[in-house]
C-alpha cells in the first residue's frame, strides 16, 4: 500500500491508496461507522450522524464505542498519539464492513512533528479530536452552534480524505487545510465546485 503524505501546520494526514483488491472487498458496502473512543458526549455523535449522510451520500452509523486510548497517551506532552488510535481502528474487526471508519476523540491528538493535530487520515479511518474545536479551550465562553460546525468541518475534512481528496487552494472549502480555527471557521463544512465534483467521482 503507499501513501501520500500531506503536512500541514495543524493537521496531518496521509492518503491511502487502495489495492484492486481492496476495492473490490469493499464493494456494496456503502456506510461511514463513526466510533466515539473513550467518552463523547452524544450530541456531537448525534449531530454528525444527521448531516454526514447529506456530504457523503452515505448511510451514517454510530458504533459501538471503544475504550479511553491509554495506550496511545504521551505523558511527556500529556496529549494522545492520533496515528496510535488510527491503527486501533483498522484492527477492529466490528468496523470491517463499514466503507469508511471515523473516530471522535475528546482528547488532544499529536503526532511528532507537529504541536497537536485536529485530525489525521490514513486509508479508510480517520481520526478527530474534538477537544480544540471548543471556544472554552481557548478560556473564551461556550458556543454550542460553532462548536458543531467545527466538528463537522473537520469530520468532513479529514474523511474527504479517506475518499481520495486532496487539499485545496480555495479558502473557502473544506479541504483547504486549516492553519488556525480562523481557517475552520472561515472555510465551513462544504466543498469547493472543483472538489465536489472530484469527490462525486471518487463515491461512485
Ligand atoms: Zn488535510
Ligand atoms: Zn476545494
Redesign the pocket.
Known sequence: MRHVS?F?LT?L?SLGIFSVMGLSAMEGRKNIILVPVGQVNEEVLEKLRDHMGRVFNRKIFVGRGMPEPHYAFDRKRNQYFSSAILNTLREQKDYMASERVLGIVDHDLYVPELNFVFGEASGREAVISITRLRQEFYGLPEDSSLFHKRVLTEAV?ELG?TYGVG?CKNPHCVMF?SNSLMDTDRKGWEFCPKCQSKLRELLL
Do not use: D, T
Open positions: 500531506f500541514c493537521l494526514v475534512h480524505h487539499h487545510f
